[in-house]
């Protein structure tokens, strides 16, 4: 752990990026790619409305009701903002097919643009505005969950609700004008609200705990705004949120912050399922044309870290598959499409053909595989193998990730839709407008 001092120096950095970076400064290929994952959470988001997490949380919010602040997904009636960041927050992560940020292994957008469309909405911000609120707090989550390490992730932490609580408040406080006073003391009351464990994986504590970090964001936000005073600096003073949860408090982290755009490296899901699966799956893909009958096993090798978030050696329901290389690889070679989202059922998992198979599968921790790639060999019946690599870090140009996270979300919502919110996005249309396309 870092002493005292070296801790202290993220709460103002982030504070002073969030209240006060010029949004003039943002390059336009930045922005470019905030767009794409704002269309991403829009989609996914309206393709995650009827799973159960989403039922759920829309009970509780009928239940309760309140001011009419902003719109919810698949909601008739607006609800209070930080109702409509809960909600939003769990409803988009629901499929786990949103992006992801492999610096600090999470998904940054489900957060913090939950949370950014909630408050928009709720003070009448211009479009720009909410774009650039969701970049700052995307910046600012990925860095955070950086500062944090990978000690906070692998003892059990969920990036995506702790990281991405402090992103989802920087949102939320710049929409709400806040200044770095204001910033800071966000973060310190969020660092007595955040929250979130990766044993909820395979559950819907996972997408509720997307939730949680957007309504926790948008409520230390209009907390502070309101005249709260927490301690400031409890995000990394001694026994604060990093000293507490396992945090490396690496002050690199923040290094170039405003300058180098960390965000610009999220990776966008073509896979169902757990992003750590998707290097195994491209890999058996690009093996291709061999049949579940010439395999006598299929050994992944993939960095240790990932054995503790996806390798469900034997799931039982349609999300737990989601995070199972068992399944996911077994899925595959039967000919099942990963990217659908039908394909993730609790039939499935009992599928006599699917169970012999994921018998065959071999999963092993190699500290020598990046965490963003994986070994696939095939040892084939006739004493030969077959062996592929992938790393998901390859660079995508601009134009053809457009291009396929526009495919994706046409599959999902349809062509139609999918062009209306394409509009919506590219030109910077009011937060209402964007709201009201969920309903």
Same mark, same amino acid.
């Given at each position: 752990?870092?002493?005292?001092?070296?801790?202290?120096?993220?709460?103002?950095?982030?504070?002073?990026?969030?209240?006060?970076?010029?949004?003039?400064?943002?390059?336009?290929?930045?922005?470019?790619?905030?767009?794409?994952?704002?269309?991403?959470?829009?989609?996914?988001?309206?393709?995650?409305?009827?799973?159960?997490?989403?039922?759920?949380?829309?009970?509780?919010?009928?239940?309760?009701?309140?001011?009419?602040?902003?719109?919810?997904?698949?909601?008739?009636?607006?609800?209070?903002?930080?109702?409509?960041?809960?909600?939003?927050?769990?409803?988009?992560?629901?499929?786990?097919?949103?992006?992801?940020? =492999?610096?600090?292994? /999470?998904? &940054?957008?489900? @957060?913090?643009?939950? $949370? !950014?469309?909630? +408050?928009?909405?709720?003070?009448?911000?211009?479009?720009?505005?909410?774009?650039?609120?969701?970049?700052?707090?995307?910046?600012?989550?990925?860095?955070?969950?950086?500062?944090?390490g990978r000690g906070h992730y692998q003892i059990g932490f969920h990036q995506t609700?702790?990281?991405?609580?402090?992103?989802?408040?920087?949102?939320?406080?710049?929409?709400?004008?806040?200044?770095?006073?204001?910033?800071?003391?966000?973060?310190?009351?969020?660092?007595?609200?955040?929250?979130?464990?990766?044993?909820? =994986?395979?559950?819907? /504590?996972? &997408?509720?705990? @997307?939730?949680?970090? $957007? !309504?926790?964001? +948008?409520?230390?936000?209009?907390?502070?705004?309101?005249?709260?005073?927490?301690?400031?600096?409890?995000?990394?003073?001694?026994?604060?949120?990093?000293?507490?949860?396992?945090?490396?408090?690496?002050?690199?982290?923040?290094?170039?912050?405003?300058?180098?755009?960390?965000?610009?490296?999220?990776?966008?899901?073509?896979?169902?399922?757990?992003?750590?699966?998707?290097?195994?799956?491209?890999?058996?893909?690009?093996?291709?044309?061999?049949?579940?009958?010439d395999v006598a096993q299929i050994r992944v090798s993939t960095h240790p870290r990932?054995?503790?978030?996806?390798?469900? $050696?034997?799931?039982?329901?349609?999300?737990?598959?989601?995070?199972?290389?068992?399944?996911?690889?077994?899925?595959?070679?039967?000919?099942?499409?990963?990217?659908?989202?039908?394909?993730?059922?609790?039939?499935?998992?009992?599928?006599?053909?699917?169970?012999?198979?994921?018998?065959?599968?071999?999963?092993?921790?190699?500290?020598?595989?990046?965490?963003?790639?994986?070994?696939?060999?095939?040892?084939?019946?006739?004493?030969?193998?077959?062996?592929?690599?992938?790393?998901?870090?390859?660079?995508?140009?601009?134009?053809?990730?457009?291009?396929?996270?526009?495919?994706?979300?046409?599959?999902?919502?349809?062509?139609?839709?999918?062009?209306?919110?394409?509009?919506?996005?590219?030109?910077?249309?009011?937060?209402?407008?964007?709201?009201?396309?969920?309903?």
């Amino acid at each position: 752990m870092k002493d005292q001092a070296t801790r202290a120096a993220v709460t103002p950095a982030l504070a002073e990026f969030a209240a006060g970076f010029d949004a003039g400064d943002i390059p336009a290929s930045v922005r470019a790619v905030m767009r794409l994952s704002i269309l991403d959470w829009l989609a996914v988001g309206i393709a995650g409305r009827d799973e159960p997490v989403a039922k759920a949380v829309r009970a509780l919010a009928n239940e309760e009701g309140g001011d009419e602040q902003a719109h919810a997904l698949a909601m008739a009636q607006r609800v209070p903002a930080r109702m409509a960041a809960l909600i939003n927050g769990s409803v988009s992560h629901a499929l786990d097919y949103d992006d992801t940020h =492999f610096a600090h292994i /999470g998904h &940054p957008s489900v @957060a913090v643009v939950s $949370a !950014a469309l909630a +408050v928009a909405e709720r003070v009448g911000a211009s479009g720009a505005a909410f774009q650039t609120a969701c970049l700052i707090g995307c910046e600012a989550s990925v860095r955070t969950g950086l500062w944090l390490g990978r000690g906070h992730y692998q003892i059990g932490f969920h990036q995506t609700a702790t990281a991405g609580a402090f992103g989802a408040g920087l949102a939320a406080g710049r929409l709400l004008g806040l200044g770095p006073d204001g910033m800071a003391d966000v973060l310190g009351l969020l660092a007595t609200r955040a929250s979130g464990l990766k044993a909820q =994986f395979g559950s819907m /504590g996972k &997408p509720f705990n @997307a939730g949680i970090a $957007a !309504a926790n964001g +948008v409520e230390a936000a209009l907390l502070v705004s309101h005249g709260f005073v927490p301690r400031r600096d409890a995000m990394d003073c001694a026994q604060g949120f990093g000293a507490t949860h396992h945090g490396e408090s690496d002050p690199s982290a923040l290094d170039r912050l405003g300058v180098d755009w960390h965000f610009t490296d999220v990776s966008h899901k073509f896979h169902a399922c757990c992003h750590g699966l998707h290097a195994a799956l491209e890999a058996l893909v690009a093996i291709g044309g061999v049949t579940p009958d010439d395999v006598a096993q299929i050994r992944v090798s993939t960095h240790p870290r990932w054995l503790t978030v996806c390798n469900i $050696a034997t799931p039982q329901t349609g999300l737990q598959a989601k995070f199972s290389y068992t399944q996911v690889l077994a899925m595959r070679l039967l000919g099942q499409d990963t990217a659908r989202l039908d394909s993730y059922t609790d039939a499935l998992c009992a599928d006599a053909r699917i169970t012999a198979l994921r018998d065959r599968v071999v999963v092993i921790g190699n500290e020598d595989v990046a965490e963003t790639a994986s070994q696939i060999t095939l040892v084939m019946k006739d004493g030969t193998e077959r062996l592929a690599r992938h790393d998901l870090t390859g660079a995508i140009p601009l134009e053809q990730r457009r291009a396929k996270v526009q495919a994706k979300a046409e599959s999902l919502i349809g062509a139609e839709r999918v062009s209306l919110l394409v509009s919506l996005v590219d030109e910077e249309a009011a937060p209402a407008d964007i709201g009201a396309a969920l309903i």
